[in-house]
């Protein structure tokens, strides 16, 4: 009697199970497609995060390029005109610069520079010696570049 009490426990226990078939198969489905769901919303996630890195990382090489630009404009300023201080700057369609000139020693100038790209911003300063030669047709200025370096702030 007691086998027989076990036999129907287990068959009322299968019954149940196929009657409740449809109610596992969909509990299924939707927890693979949450893990499905999620797995796909990281990947786009990492994919959209690199793509912002590269943009950044593009903007910023543009604003050095820029920033180098201005510096030589100021470094050809420098050349071309006696009087200290000067300032200027450049106008791209992606960007732009600017510079200063000032005189940090007797033979020495000093060129700080900045290009700007949307957000981002990168400075230049470079340290020059400047020697002026005197001839029958008139002067010469020379330029030595002795410390050109990239920082964060003037």
């Not at 690199?50 to 100021?74: K, P, Y």
């Not at 020697?131 to 010469?140: Q, R």
Request: proline fraction near 1%.
């Amino acid at each position: 009697m007691e086998q027989q009490t076990h036999a129907n426990k287990i068959k009322n226990i299968l019954k149940s199970v196929r009657k409740n078939a449809g109610y596992l198969t969909l509990l299924s489905v939707l927890i693979i497609g949450a893990v499905a769901l999620g797995s796909a919303l990281f990947i786009l996630e990492a994919g959209a995060n690199a793509a912002r890195n590269t943009i950044v990382r593009e903007e910023s090489l543009r604003a050095q390029a820029l920033a180098d630009a201005c510096a030589e404009s100021g470094l050809l300023t420098i050349k071309n005109t006696e009087s200290l201080p000067q300032a200027g700057g450049i106008d791209f369609g992606y960007g732009h610069c600017e510079f200063t000139t000032e005189e940090s020693a007797p033979s020495e100038d000093l060129v700080k520079a900045s290009g700007f790209v949307e957000s981002v911003v990168r400075k230049v300063k470079i340290s020059a010696s400047v020697t002026t030669t005197i001839h029958e047709t008139g002067t010469t200025t020379s330029i030595t570049a002795a410390n050109w370096q990239e920082v964060a702030d003037f």
